[in-house]
Structures are given as structure tokens and as C-alpha cells.
């Protein structure tokens, strides 16, 4: 240390002066405040003992009075008491006479303990064994658990009214029933009330004096409004003469038919409506299983849910392959599917019987673990394989029922044979006046639905950019709950486009916020092989799982449960409420969103559209690294996206809860076949919607009688149509009809009042008429159009635990050949055999061949159009060594359509002799340009991801089958579909030069299709050409629309597919003589890069075009194995191992770009004769995987 330093801490300085004496001041401010606060602190002393003083002279004088309540009760209870006293004795003497040996099938009611631990005595203790009651034990067992819990069920008394009581012999016991009407707000329903029933309830409420001193007739209340008392329990509410409990003495003595007599029954009723008058007890789950109502029985949309209700003994197992399921003296015949492993086949075991509660619904049987509980533990949904077996033959015991359809078995079992009886009898009733328990057309599970008679709306949509915006809507409105399934489900896709705008239309944060208000989301994915695809399923289910706790989702199937993954779950639904659906080929999930003008790159100067990983082109580069979606994966700048083409639907009504009831057959099998989704709940379809005459409130038939009210008022008035003309009222019916169809008219004739220029009818200025005419149009468009609607599946037992299910396929090739005039079909794969073609089953070219070649031998006039992609949507070029799947569609694809014995095109031209096949069908594709400033003008194909089929613009198929093996055999795939059928006509359109009429629905989706494709508007006379396609005019225009298109294309890009490149080597020819770059394969990725970033994406070629031979003859498969060896090998290629790189040289193109102006739309030619001459299937691979 410094001497320096010594001094300064040996010294005091300044410094320590200051800090002591601001200490000083300190202490003093302190102890001032302790002073202030102790003055403070007496007072408050002083108030405080003042309060006490209050408080116990108000305490002294509520004492005071409460001592005289409680003398006043006491002597109450003493008279009552030596009354009960009474009773008891004189029903011990009854027992003492009747004996102690009691019949089969004794009940001891022991179990409705009191308050003070012990049991109550049966005033009627001999003549209960007697009287066994038939459901008994199935209402009151529980109650040792939960006899004191609430349950919520009624908002107010409901009106009961014993009707009649009858008394049957059944040895060995005998019992006697009443028959109870009920009525809630407007539902009404009967029960069958014991006697025995009735005793126990009378015990239950003995045992509890909290709720027998608690009626009130006055009013209702659903809460408690008495007070408390010091010991915590309810105090009494004085009762009413009115409200006072019957006397059952003689009741509980009487025997046989004496019990159901009028004076009985009187007393019964009396009983009743003493009990629904005590909010305490009608709030008990012992009332509420006494009138068999829950939790889950009235809904605000539906009304009463159930037919019956009550506790019965259930398990509930798989059903598997076995068909007959037979339970015989306790050993079970069964079969199961394996769902532990591929090798070794282990039984399933049955668990234990338990006792729940089983509610008997319009189409399904629902089993919840407690009658307080709202969602189902199972659930049993009738279908056409329903059967119901009892007796001892079938199930080993005379109280036990099997229940079973294709996917499960359900047991149960009742107490006594009369209760089985019973619930055996309404289950057969309830399932046979079913539509779900019946076959159906197609062998569809669900039925055709009439828009005459029951709600069924359908709207088409066309590319993402609609179909997504409708779906959002939805979604905002959902009440209850959401279901979505779907291949690949992105959480962070946008609904609403450009999404800086719309933040809020995000998937995960519209879920959130309708979870947060309490809706129940669903999601069903289908669960990849993380080897073969780079969906990352497990990343969206964690996000979507953080949501909310209302946010289930579930991931389907287990690869080691259901045949190594093979096939999938290719659904696409999304489904509101059970009252909106939306099916078709769109997923929720990134690259689908897109406009009917399916540009390439961003709008310069705007928002992108297209965020992250949104902005793709499968064939360059396939999805990567999704769990980073707001990564881009190619260069935006130089990369065109790929524009997707879709066709989606909306469906509202019947066909929606429909589609909604094949989400929850789904989901329940998954739940069931899943030992992680246990902590899962089984879902319960909602109830169809009522059957009524729909075209009794046509509004234009209401219209028409509002406009005779109307004149008739006019006329009474001495008014004439020009007197209510102005600004005010209907100057028009076109108004009249506005103003009905906005729905603000009431029931009344709008009041009348005088003016100078008459008396006006005073109504809506026209201006608000106008506006809520638009919002009711809005409402109406959004809905769509009024059809006959049918659902339609590929499900099987892998799948759904069903039988195999092909309605789709089936429902394709009904249409095809009951077709008039037309078929147009969009899909993404053709894949499809001939009779006797063994390599593909399923017959939809077969249909189209046969139905072709009848038109030929009719003279008939009639066309098939497919339009489907140029190429697969699969990375690479087609001899790469990886793109196997690109070679095997393109094989499977051209084997269906012209290439072979078993192709469409060969078979036509060898059955139609003299007659051209192009007359009647024609394939095409898509594809779109940019012509950016100061960039070089770029192509690409059009996607075509569709999976539509329009038959004589009356008759659609949309969904999400493709027409391949996968998705239209039913037992590979799962897929959904749905047909609509117009239901109105359109006035002033028809086929065939005006031999057909089409509907509203199927032509205007055609024609939207069609605007789009050809470029067309309405109004135009091209597009009044191709509204008859049939024509011959309009159907060689449209070839040669197609085909002008393509040679355009190919004079500029030299794009492929063309028919001028028959063989690999070609291809590499034209790529190694611009570039001189390898074409190998090797280095693909660095290879496409260096080839863009230097506009080298472009070589030369003929640019020659020709149209389609006629001539089948050049369509023989020859490999040229000699030209595929002689291509050079090095280090780098020009492929990015896709085919969209042109063939023309930058210069060229640039040269020839003003060619582009006369493309007109993105109609096509499809190829037909691309690498005709090589080889493209595959041998190391199995067939199934490209069909």
C-alpha cells in the first residue's frame, strides 16, 4: 500500500463527514414515521372494535332467530318422523307375513345409504322382492358413487304424465311398469317407469331431507337459491300445500293388477311432478336416469338425440375378419386382425365387462363412460352389415346381446331378460328404419340425397385461390367443431392471399383462436414414410398440439400394424359443425394455393403470394426442410413455381354431415387401432337432417303469392301500380322478389299511412332493399346450388375396418356408360385397363372404349376430353438413374392411353374399322408462360392435380381419387368423393345441337374450366361455340386450339414433352451439343444451378411440330440400348434432374418471343408419342407402386 493510500484511510475526510450526517437525519426520519404509524394504528384499533361490537349484536339477534326456526323444524320433523315410524312398522309386519324367502332375482336397495352411513327400511320390503323391478339395477347401481353429483340436463321443470301401468307374470319374478310421458320445451318422449323404480326413488329421496324439504312450485331456478346455514347444508324451504309428498303406503302394499290402478297411478303422477318441481333432484343422476336423459341428449342443433337411454354392461372389440361372432357359455369365437407385428399372429383380449352409460341414437350406438360425460368412450355406427344376435344359443346367457357391423362387435349386458328385451327390440327398430344399415347405389355407403327433401347445396371451385378463401370463412364460423384430414397438412399455410395482408388467415392461428372459444378441432394426417416422402407429419403435429387443448390430432397408419405402409390416406376434408364440408383434391399444405391466371414469379412491385416454402416447382427441386417454412427453396428470381390446377367443392346440409360421418368412422378406427391415441375419444355423427317437402318454400312459388297480396291490398285501396313507384316501396316485382329474398320481410302487411299523392306502402328505401338483396345473393352464392348430392369412398379394411369399398370407381363407370353426349375428365394420372388386362383392374378406359365404340355403331354423336399433366410432377429427367417413379407413371400412363395391346387408342382403331378415334376422344394438357421485362421469357407446365369428371354437363364426380389402381381399387388408397347431380335445368343450353339439356351446376363448372383453358369470356362467340363441345365445329376447334398452342411453344422453347424426342439420346444430343456439359445424371443439383445462373437453360432443335398420326402403327415399343450407351460421361449435367430445361437457345427465344402473343389460354396437345421408342418401366420395382 502507497503512502498515500495509508493516509487516506487512517484520516477522516469530508466524505465521511456528509455520510454521517445524513445517517443522523435518517434515524429521525424513521422514528417520526414509527410515530405516525402507531397514531394510525390505534384508530384503526378504535373502528375495529367498534365493528366487532355490531357484528355480535347482529350475530345475537340472527341466533335468536335461528333458534326459533330450528324449534319450529323440530316439531315438523317429529310429526313426520313418528309418521315414517308408522310406515315402517306396518312394512315389517307386511314382510313378517310375507316371509323371508325371497324369489330369484332379489334387489337389495341397501345400497342408497343415508346421510349417517345407514341403510333405509324398505316400507315395502317383501312386495319389492316380489315386484322385481326390470331396470332397476341398471338406473340406481351407480348411485353409491354418484348420487349426490349435479348433472345439468333440464333449464326447466319438464312436464311429466304417467299414462297407464300394466302388470306382467314372468317367472320367476313378476314386475310392474308405468308408462311416462315427458315434455321438454318441444321435445317429447315416453319411458317405462318400474314399480320397483319408483320404491327406490321414494328411498333415495328419504335420505336425504336437503333435497325432500326442497321443492318450489313457484318457479325454477337451474341454481341454488337457498340459504345456508351454519353446518354448510341447504336450508329448507317451507313447503306448500300444493307441493307436499304423496303418501305411497299403499302403493308399495298393493300387489298385481291393484298397482296399476287409477288411484295408483294418481299417485305415481302425483310423485312426479313433485319430484320435477325440486331443482336438486332434477338435477341428480337418478332422476335423470329414471327419465333416461344426460348430458349428451339435447342439442341446440339437433334436438333430442337419443331414442333410449340407460346403464347397461358393455365391451366393445374389433371385429376383424371374421364375419360370425358367437359368445357361447363364456368362450369367445373370434378373429382379429394382427396389429402387433407382420410374423406372428396373437389374439386380442377382451377386456372386462363394465358397467356405462349406453345412449341408442338415430344411426348409432354411443357408450359413455358416466352419464355426465359428453364425449363418447365408443362409439357404434350402423352400416350394412349390422346384426343383432341374443339368447342363450349365441351369447351363453339370456340377459347379453352382440351388436356388430364391419368394423366392431359391442356387447351388452341388462340386469334382467325384460330390459334386454327391450333395448334388443329398439335397436333392431331404430336400425332398420336406418339408410346407413341399407345398401346403397355404386355400394356407396351413404345414400343419394335429395335436395326435395332434404338440405343439400353444392359449389364448385376452381384453383386454390377460392376454394381456400371459402374454406376460411367457414372455418371463422364454426361453433362446435372442425375436422380435417388430409395427406399432407402444412400448419402455416395461408388461407387468404397476399399473406402480409391477411396475417390472420394463417392455419395454426385460425385454429387457435376458434380452439380458445372453446371448438373442438380434429385433425387427421396421414403418416409418411419419412424414407420415401418429406411431408414431416410429426413437425405438424406438434404444432398444431401446442395449439390449445382442444386441438386432437392424430397420425394414421402404424407402418408395422397395416402392410408396411404401402398405400395412404389421400382424403382432403375439411369439415364444420358437421354442416359444412369441402372435398375435392386440395390439401392444406404448401404449393396448392393458386389463381385461374397460374403465373410463374411474383408480380413485380406487389406482395408475394407465394411465402417461404409455398413458392415450389416440384420437378426442379422436391420439398425439403419443411419444419422451416419461411425458407425459400429455389431461387425465385430465375426459378419458375410450378402452377397447380385444382378443383375443390363445397358441400352444405345432408351431404356434408355425410362427409362428416366418414371423418368419424375414420377417426374411431384409428382411435381404436392405436394404443398411443387411448387418451383419444371416439367422435358421434350428428343425426341426419329431418325429411321434408324442400320445394314447398321455393321462393319463387312465395314471390309469386306476396305479389297477388300485394295487388289485392293495392286494389282494396283504390291503388294502381303506378301510385307506388318512388323512392319508397316496390316499383318493380324484380324489386318485390329482392325484397322477399332478403328474408326482412315480416308476416304482417307492412303498415299503410296517407300522402298527398296517395296512401304508400311503407317498406325498405330501394337503396337497403339493393343491399340486402346482395347480401342474400352473397349468402345464396356461397351455399351454391340446390343438387342430388351422393358420397363416395375407396375405404377397406386396412383403412376403416370395412369391407373393400369401390363406390368411386363404380360410380365413374355407371356414368360413362349411361352418358348422352360428352365426357370431360381432368385428372392427375390416367392408369386404367381393358377387359382381359390383367396388369390393371380397374375398367374406367374400358367404359370409355365401350361406350365409344356403341356411339360409332349408333352414329351417335358423341366426345370424350381428358386433360391431365404433360409430365408427373417428379424431380428428374426420365433416365436418371433415381427417377424410377418418373419412368414408371410415364409407362403405366402411355400403356393405358396408346401404347400396347391393352391401350385405349389401339383397341379403338382395331373395333371402329373405319372410323378416326380422334373423332370421339382427344387428350391435352397445360401450360402457362412469363414474359417478364428484362428477363428471358420462361415456360412451364401447368400442374394438373385435379380429380373431376363432368358427364353431359348434368352429372360431376369430384374428389380426391385419382384414375389409378391406388386410388379407385378400394383397398389401397382411402379417397373421397362426391357426385352431384343438377337438380335444375338451364334454360336456353343444350348438347348435341340442342337434343340435351344441361343443368345449372354441371355447366357452369364446365364452362369456368373452360375459360380458363381456352382463354375464352362469356359473351364471346368462341365461347358460345364451346358451350356444345359436341358439335363438330366446336370439337375440331378445340384440337386445333390446342395444337396451336403447343406448336407455338415448341417453335420458341422446344419444350418438352414433344412428340419429335422418341428417344433418350435426343434429349442428351440437343442438351451436349449447347453446352457440352454431361448428361449423366451425375451432379445434378450443382449442375442446374451453374445452368441457370448463366440463362444457359435453353438448346436447339428442329422446332418442327407435327399433329397426332392417325396411324397407331408408329406407337410400337422399340429401346434403343445402343443410343443410351453412347452418351458421354463427366462430372456435371445440365439437368437440375428435372425436364423443364428448354430446348432453344437463349437467343432464339429471344428472337422468337413475340410468338407467345398468340397463345391463347393454356390449352395444349398431349404428346402421345414422347420416347415412344424407349423403354420406361421398370423391372426392379413392383408394378403397384406407379399404378
Known amino acids: 500500500m502507497s503512502p498515500t493510500e495509508q493516509s487516506e484511510s487512517t484520516s477522516p475526510s469530508a466524505v465521511d463527514v456528509v455520510k454521517a450526517a445524513m445517517q443522523q437525519q435518517q434515524q429521525r426520519d424513521e422514528q417520526q414515521q414509527q410515530e405516525q404509524q402507531q397514531e394510525e394504528e390505534e384508530e384503526e384499533d378504535q373502528e375495529d372494535q367498534k365493528q366487532v361490537e355490531e357484528q355480535q349484536d347482529e350475530q345475537l339477534k340472527q341466533q335468536q332467530q335461528q333458534q326459533q326456526e330450528q324449534q319450529e323444524g323440530d316439531q315438523e320433523k317429529q310429526e313426520e318422523g313418528q309418521e315414517d315410524q308408522e310406515k315402517v312398522q306396518e312394512g315389517q309386519q307386511d314382510d313378517q307375513e310375507i316371509g323371508e324367502e325371497q324369489p330369484r332375482g332379489y334387489t337389495d336397495y341397501s345400497v342408497f345409504n343415508t346421510p349417517t352411513g345407514q341403510a333405509p327400511v324398505s316400507a315395502a320390503g317383501g312386495d319389492r322382492a316380489r315386484f322385481e323391478s326390470s331396470e332397476s339395477s341398471d338406473f340406481f347401481d351407480f348411485l353409491h358413487h354418484h348420487s349426490d353429483d349435479h348433472i345439468h340436463v333440464f333449464d326447466a321443470p319438464p312436464e311429466v304424465h304417467v299414462v297407464g301401468g300394466r302388470s306382467e307374470d314372468s317367472w320367476p319374478t313378476r314386475y310392474v311398469e308405468y308408462d311416462v310421458e315427458l315434455k321438454y320445451k318441444t321435445f317429447k318422449w315416453k319411458v317405462e317407469i318400474s314399480k320397483s323404480a319408483i320404491s327406490s326413488l321414494w328411498f333415495y329421496i328419504k335420505s336425504r331431507p336437503h333435497l325432500r324439504h326442497a321443492p318450489s312450485s313457484v318457479a325454477f331456478m337451474p341454481s341454488d337459491d337457498h340459504g345456508v346455514g351454519s353446518s354448510g347444508v341447504p336450508e329448507p324451504t317451507p313447503l306448500t300445500s300444493e307441493s307436499r309428498w304423496p303418501q305411497l303406503r299403499k302403493l308399495f302394499l298393493s300387489t298385481g293388477e291393484k298397482s296399476v290402478s287409477r288411484e295408483m297411478i294418481a299417485l305415481v303422477q302425483q310423485l312426479l311432478d313433485t319430484v320435477v318441481k325440486v331443482p336438486r333432484l332434477l338435477r341428480s343422476p337418478y332422476v335423470a336416469a329414471l327419465f333416461q336423459v344426460s348430458n349428451s341428449t339435447f342439442d341446440d342443433d339437433m334436438g333430442r338425440t337419443s331414442v333410449r337411454e340407460g346403464w347397461l354392461k358393455a365391451r366393445f372389440w374389433l371385429k376383424g375378419n371374421r364375419e360370425n361372432v358367437r359368445i357361447n357359455r363364456a368362450s369367445a369365437s373370434w378373429d382379429n386382425e394382427c396389429f402387433n407385428c407382420m410374423c406372428v399372429v396373437k389374439r386380442v ?94 355400394g356407396s355407403f351413404a345414400i343419394p340425397r335429395n335436395p326435395a327433401h332434404v338440405t343439400s347445396f353444392a359449389q364448385w371451385y376452381v384453383d386454390g385461390c377460392g376454394a381456400y378463401e371459402a374454406m376460411f370463412h367457414a372455418l371463422q364460423s364454426a361453433k362446435k367443431e372442425i375436422f380435417i384430414a388430409g395427406w399432407w397438412v402444412c400448419p402455416t399455410i395461408h388461407l387468404l392471399r397476399p399473406a402480409e395482408q391477411y396475417p390472420e388467415s394463417r392455419l395454426d392461428l385460425v385454429l387457435q383462436k376458434k380452439a380458445e372459444e372453446g371448438v373442438r378441432v380434429y385433425v387427421l394426417m396421414y403418416k409418411e414414410i419419412a424414407m420415401a416422402l418429406t411431408l414431416n407429419s410429426m413437425y405438424s403435429k406438434q404444432v398444431l398440439e401446442k395449439l390449445h387443448k382442444n386441438v386432437h390430432v392424430l397420425r394414421d397408419p402404424d407402418f408395422l400394424m397395416k402392410q408396411l405402409g404401402l398405400w395412404s390416406h389421400h382424403e382432403k376434408i375439411v369439415s364444420v359443425d358437421q354442416r359444412v ?118 321462393p319463387k312459388k312465395m314471390t309469386k303469392r306476396f305479389q297477388k297480396a300485394v295487388r289485392a291490398v293495392r286494389a282494396m285501396r283504390g291503388l294502381s301500380n303506378a301510385c307506388a313507384n318512388g323512392s319508397r316501396g316496390f316499383n318493380s316485382d324484380r324489386r318485390m322478389a329482392r325484397m322477399l329474398s332478403s328474408q326482412h320481410m315480416s ?211 369430384i374428389g380426391s381419387a385419382n384414375i389409378n389402381e391406388r386410388s379407385m381399387c378400394g383397398d389401397r388408397d382411402s379417397e373421397i368423393a362426391v ?108 449442375a442446374v444451378a451453374a445452368a441457370l445462373e448463366s440463362s444457359a437453360g435453353a438448346f436447339s432443335n428442329n422446332g418442327e411440330s407435327s399433329r397426332a398420326s392417325s396411324s397407331m402403327s408408329a406407337l410400337a415399343m422399340s429401346p434403343h440400348d445402343s443410343a443410351r450407351a453412347r452418351r458421354t460421361k463427366g462430372s456435371k449435367s445440365a439437368f437440375s434432374g428435372a425436364m423443364n430445361v428448354n430446348m432453344k437457345e437463349s437467343a432464339h427465344i429471344a428472337e422468337k418471343k413475340h410468338e407467345l402473343s398468340n397463345v391463347q389460354g393454356h390449352i395444349v396437345y398431349f404428346p402421345l408419342e414422347f420416347l415412344v421408342d424407349e423403354q420406361l418401366e421398370p423391372k426392379l420395382f413392383p408394378a403397384e407402386l406407379f399404378q
Open 581 to 698: 364440408s369441402f372435398v375435392g383434391g386440395l390439401d392444406l399444405c404448401f404449393g396448392r394455393w393458386d389463381t385461374h391466371d397460374h403465373e410463374l414469379f411474383d408480380e413485380p412491385g406487389k406482395p408475394t403470394n407465394f411465402v417461404g416454402k409455398d413458392y415450389s416447382n416440384p420437378r426442379v427441386k422436391d420439398f425439403i426442410e419443411v419444419d422451416r417454412p419461411e425458407e425459400d427453396m429455389i431461387d425465385r428470381n430465375t426459378v419458375p413455381r410450378m402452377p397447380w390446377h385444382d378443383c375443390h367443392c363445397r358441400l352444405e346440409g345432408q351431404p356434408a354431415r355425410d362427409v362428416a360421418r366418414h371423418f368419424v368412422q375414420r377417426w374411431n378406427y384409428s382411435v381404436s387401432t392405436r394404443k398411443k391415441s387411448r387418451k383419444l375419444h371416439h367422435l358421434v355423427p350428428m343425426k341426419d337432417y329431418p325429411v321434408v317437402n324442400v320445394d314447398k318454400r321455393n
Open 349 to 442: 383380449n377382451l377386456r372386462a365387462k363394465s358397467l356405462c352409460w349406453v345412449s341408442l341414437k338415430t344411426s348409432s350406438i354411443v357408450i359413455y363412460d358416466s352419464i355426465e360425460d359428453t364425449h363418447a368412450h365408443k362409439a357404434f355406427l350402423f352400416d350394412k352389415k349390422f346384426n343383432i344376435e341374443r339368447g342363450l344359443a349365441t351369447t351363453g346367457s339370456t340377459t347379453t346381446m352382440l351388436v356388430s357391423n364391419e368394423t366392431y362387435v359391442l356387447q351388452m349386458e341388462a340386469k334382467t331378460k325384460q330390459v334386454l328385451k327391450k333395448w334388443a327390440n329398439d335397436i333392431r327398430r331404430v336400425a332398420d328404419a336406418s339408410n346407413w344399415s341399407q345398401s346403397h347405389r355404386d
Open 747 to 957: 308476416d304482417d302487411m307492412p303498415p299503410a299511412h296517407d300522402d298527398k299523392a296517395g296512401v304508400i306502402l311503407d317498406l325498405p328505401d330501394e337503396d337497403d332493399c339493393d343491399e340486402a338483396f346482395e347480401r342474400h345473393q352473397q349468402k345464396v352464392d356461397a351455399r351454391g346450388y340446390r343438387v342430388n348430392t351422393q358420397i363416395l369412398r375407396s375405404l377397406s379394411l386396412w383403412s376403416g375396418g370395412v369391407a373393400t369399398e369401390r363406390s368411386i370407381q363404380d360410380a365413374y363407370i355407371r356414368l360413362i356408360g349411361s352418358s348422352k353426349h360428352f365426357v370431360y375428365i381432368e385428372n392427375q394420372f390416367f392408369v386404367s385397363g381393358l377387359e382381359g388386362d390383367h396388369g390393371c383392374s380397374n375398367r374406367i378406359a374400358n367404359a370409355l372404349v365401350e361406350r365409344i365404340i356403341r356411339a360409332s355403331d349408333n352414329n351417335e354423336k358423341f366426345r370424350v376430353m381428358v386433360v391431365m399433366p404433360l409430365l408427373p410432377a417428379f424431380p428428374g429427367k426420365p433416365d436418371d438413374k433415381d427417377a424410377s417413379s418418373l419412368r414408371g407413371v410415364m409407362y403405366w400412363q402411355y400403356r393405358s392411353i396408346c401404347r400396347g395391346e391393352h391401350s385405349m387408342y389401339q383397341r379403338l382403331y382395331q373395333d371402329l374399322e373405319d372410323d378416326d378415334p380422334f373423332k370421339y376422344i382427344a387428350f391435352y394438357g397445360l401450360r402457362n408462360h412469363s414474359n417478364r421485362e428484362g428477363a428471358q421469357a420462361q415456360t412451364e407446365e401447368v400442374y394438373i392435380h385435379s380429380k373431376v369428371m363432368i358427364v353431359d354437363d348434368r352429372s360431376c364426380i
Open 979 to 1086: 357426385l352431384v347431380e343438377d337438380h335444375e335445368l338451364e334454360k336456353g343450353v343444350a348438347l348435341a345441337g340442342g337434343a340435351y339439356n344441361v343443368g345449372k351446376f354441371g355447366h357452369s363448372f364446365r364452362m369456368k374450366l373452360f375459360e380458363e383453358h381456352f382463354g375464352i369470356e362469356p359473351g364471346t362467340p368462341l365461347y358460345d361455340k364451346y358451350r356444345d363441345p359436341v358439335e363438330k365445329d366446336a370439337w375440331f376447334s378445340m384440337q386445333e386450339q390446342a395444337m396451336n398452342n403447343h406448336q407455338i411453344y415448341d417453335s420458341v422453347f422446344g419444350c418438352l414433352p414433344s412428340d419429335s424426342v422418341t428417344t433418350f439420346a435426343q434429349i442428351d444430343s440437343h442438351i451436349q451439343s449447347a453446352q457440352g456439359l454431361d448428361t449423366s445424371g451425375r451432379g445434378a443439383d450443382e
